[in-house]
């Protein structure tokens, strides 16, 4: 810097824009302090960024200013929050598929390819036995080969005491109370599911699905009925299936299209000349004293 500083001064001097400096006396120059003592450091907060960042924008994150980088990694870790209380919610309900599985075998056989056919067979079990009791007890029995109750025997000739029947409509009612709970939290979930992927927000605040409130039940119906399982898709697909908003983006395509269009018409009647040879690289000295020469003239 002090090499600079000489030669800006000595073109100054040159073209008669200042006075020569004065010569110092040493002895009455006075060493100016330093800013900093030796032992003064000066803390600069080094924040992380968020691990969902690629490369490129892990790069940039340290040139934003603190208050954005604490903001981007408190919004990271309460999305990070959120998935894990769901992943825990999905873990919880592990054990359903663990049945289901160690009787994989035998209900395929039987038709059940899908965990949800086999609830919904014993959910329509139940059903018939609020409303026929008995001639549901004998379509069971013929199902699984057992020789059917006739219709004017009581139970206890029959052999199925009191206490088989108590037991019978005890698992029916735990199977009935259990299919609605997770009826109902199956319905909850994709209702949290679906709110938060509408509240997504870019690093400026401003929503990363614009039109997700017109398209908020084709997205539910979605995923409700099995026919996408993931909500990214399902938004996509609602898309076009709202009227207004399918029309809304065909308008912005054919717009983007045609701007697409006239800018590469522009470019191919652009005048094209020769490429100019690049500059030879100057020294510090002849570079202040070109631009010296260029501020007289």
Not at 26 to 32: L, V
Not at 105 to 132: S, T
Not at 156 to 175: F, K
Not at 265 to 284: N, V
């Given at each position: 810097m002090s090499e600079l500083r000489e030669e800006i001064e000595r073109q100054f001097v040159a073209y008669g824009l200042i006075e020569p400096p004065a010569e110092i006396d040493a002895s009455t120059t006075k060493t100016p302090s330093a800013p900093f003592s030796k032992d003064e450091t000066i803390m600069v907060e080094n924040i992380e960024a968020p691990a969902s960042f690629d490369e490129k924008f892990a790069a940039d994150f340290k040139n934003l200013p603190?208050?954005?980088?604490?903001?981007?990694?408190?919004?990271?870790?309460?999305?990070?929050?959120?998935?894990?209380?769901?992943?825990?919610?999905?873990?919880?309900?592990?054990?359903?598929?663990?049945?289901?599985?160690?009787?994989?075998?035998?209900?395929?056989?039987?038709?059940?390819?899908?965990?949800?056919?086999?609830?919904?067979?014993?959910?329509?079990?139940?059903?018939?036995?609020?409303?026929?009791?008995?001639?549901?007890?004998?379509?069971?029995?013929?199902?699984?080969?057992?020789?059917?109750?006739?219709?004017?025997?009581?139970?206890a000739s029959s052999g199925i005491t009191q206490e088989v029947i108590g037991r019978l409509c005890d698992l029916e009612r735990d199977y009935h109370d259990l299919r609605e709970h997770m009826q109902r939290e199956q319905y909850q979930r994709l209702v949290d599911l679906v709110t938060m992927f509408g509240n997504q927000t870019d690093a400026s605040g401003q929503p990363l699905h614009p039109y997700f409130n017109e398209v908020k039940q084709q997205v539910f119906n979605l995923l409700q009925t099995g026919t996408v399982n993931d909500v990214s898709e399902a938004y996509e697909q609602a898309l076009w299936l709202h009227p207004a908003v399918r029309e809304e983006l065909i308008k912005?395509?054919?717009?983007?299209?045609?701007?697409?269009?006239?800018?590469?018409k522009q470019a191919s009647f652009a005048p094209k000349g020769k490429a100019e040879a690049p500059e030879k690289e100057l020294t510090l000295r002849e570079e202040i004293a070109k631009n010296m020469a260029a501020f007289m003239d």
């Amino acid at each position: 810097m002090s090499e600079l500083r000489e030669e800006i001064e000595r073109q100054f001097v040159a073209y008669g824009l200042i006075e020569p400096p004065a010569e110092i006396d040493a002895s009455t120059t006075k060493t100016p302090s330093a800013p900093f003592s030796k032992d003064e450091t000066i803390m600069v907060e080094n924040i992380e960024a968020p691990a969902s960042f690629d490369e490129k924008f892990a790069a940039d994150f340290k040139n934003l200013p603190p208050e954005w980088q604490h903001f981007l990694r408190a919004h990271e870790a309460k999305i990070n929050q959120s998935i894990d209380e769901y992943v825990n919610k999905l873990q919880s309900y592990a054990w359903v598929d663990r049945v289901f599985a160690e009787h994989k075998e035998r209900l395929h056989q039987q038709g059940f390819e899908k965990l949800e056919r086999w609830f919904e067979g014993l959910a329509a079990i139940d059903a018939c036995m609020q409303q026929k009791p008995a001639e549901t007890l004998n379509a069971i029995a013929i199902c699984y080969g057992v020789k059917p109750v006739a219709k004017n025997t009581d139970a206890a000739s029959s052999g199925i005491t009191q206490e088989v029947i108590g037991r019978l409509c005890d698992l029916e009612r735990d199977y009935h109370d259990l299919r609605e709970h997770m009826q109902r939290e199956q319905y909850q979930r994709l209702v949290d599911l679906v709110t938060m992927f509408g509240n997504q927000t870019d690093a400026s605040g401003q929503p990363l699905h614009p039109y997700f409130n017109e398209v908020k039940q084709q997205v539910f119906n979605l995923l409700q009925t099995g026919t996408v399982n993931d909500v990214s898709e399902a938004y996509e697909q609602a898309l076009w299936l709202h009227p207004a908003v399918r029309e809304e983006l065909i308008k912005q395509k054919i717009s983007s299209a045609a701007v697409e269009a006239q800018k590469a018409k522009q470019a191919s009647f652009a005048p094209k000349g020769k490429a100019e040879a690049p500059e030879k690289e100057l020294t510090l000295r002849e570079e202040i004293a070109k631009n010296m020469a260029a501020f007289m003239d």
